[in-house]
Every structure is written in structure tokens, then in C-alpha cells.
């Protein structure tokens, strides 16, 4: 309890009845295939470009499994913002044409799928933490770690 330093209980400790957890175990029986590892993830924060009004900046989170989808795709499905004004009417839908889904890593770049042709079209003059989002993948199915974009 916040703001308390004791706990009293309500009801004494005869009246409480016992309770009994479980966990389900895996079937370790002969034959039985291995339980699947866990997928590395890649955790995500995508910092707003302008700060509220207590003056810190928002920050979004999201997570993906590595190396299953485009930086876009997890954007979008975390209602997290992706275009300015204009990119929200003139965006190419994630086929790599426009350039209006820029981000800047600030932190993570080796976790993300090296920079492809189109992003070298588009970004040649734009600094190296600069991304497309369309084009980015998200982990390389075997990394796993955070990542910080603005």
C-alpha cells in the first residue's frame, strides 16, 4: 500500500483459507518434442518530437519479435505517430518511394537490417542514424535488445 507503513489485515488470520498455486509444466514425457526457446525481441522507444508541458518529451514503447517485420509495420499497429502533415497525405504506403517515414536512431542501430538501395537513394545526404521506416527490419532473428528513435 502506498503511503503505508504497516499492513494490518482485515480479517484474522484463522478466517483466511489457504490457496494453492500451480504452474503448468511442460510434457517432459519420452517423445514429447522440447518446448520452443523464446524469440529474441527488440524492445523500441520512439521519443515525441515536442515536449509536453511539464517540458520532458513523450516517449512511446513498443516491442517486436527480431527479424519478423518492418519498423513501419510496428509503428502503425502500436498507433505510434509515424508521419508529419504532409506525410500523412502523401506517403507511398511503405513501398520506399517517398520519404516521408524518416526517423533518427538514437540509439540501437546494430540491431536493425543494414540500409537498403532505396534508403541510400533517399538518404544519401542525410546522417547514417537516418532511416526509413518502410525499409528498416526490426532484429536479424537471432539479436535482441533496445532501440531509441525520435
Not at 8 to 19: C, D, E, F, Q
Not at 108 to 123: C, F, I, Q, W
Request: contains cysteine.
Amino acid at each position: 500500500r502506498a503511503g503505508s507503513s504497516h499492513y494490518r489485515p482485515t480479517r484474522s488470520a484463522a478466517a483466511v483459507s489457504p490457496i494453492r498455486c500451480s504452474a503448468a509444466s511442460p510434457d517432459l514425457s519420452p517423445g514429447a518434442p522440447a518446448p520452443a526457446p523464446p524469440k529474441p525481441q527488440i524492445e523500441l522507444e520512439f521519443v515525441g518530437p515536442k515536449p509536453g508541458a511539464d517540458g520532458s518529451y513523450p516517449v512511446d514503447r513498443a516491442a517486436a519479435v527480431s527479424g519478423d517485420k518492418l519498423l513501419r509495420d510496428v509503428m502503425v499497429e502500436n498507433k505510434i505517430e509515424l508521419y508529419a502533415a504532409y506525410g500523412k497525405l502523401m506517403n507511398c504506403g511503405g513501398g520506399g518511394s517517398c520519404g516521408t517515414c524518416i526517423v533518427e536512431i538514437i540509439d540501437g542501430k546494430e540491431l536493425l537490417s543494414p540500409r537498403t538501395d532505396a534508403e541510400n537513394r533517399y538518404l544519401k545526404k542525410k546522417p547514417e542514424s537516418w532511416r526509413l521506416t518502410c525499409q528498416t527490419i526490426v532484429g536479424n532473428k537471432e539479436n535482441s535488445g533496445k532501440a531509441w528513435f525520435r
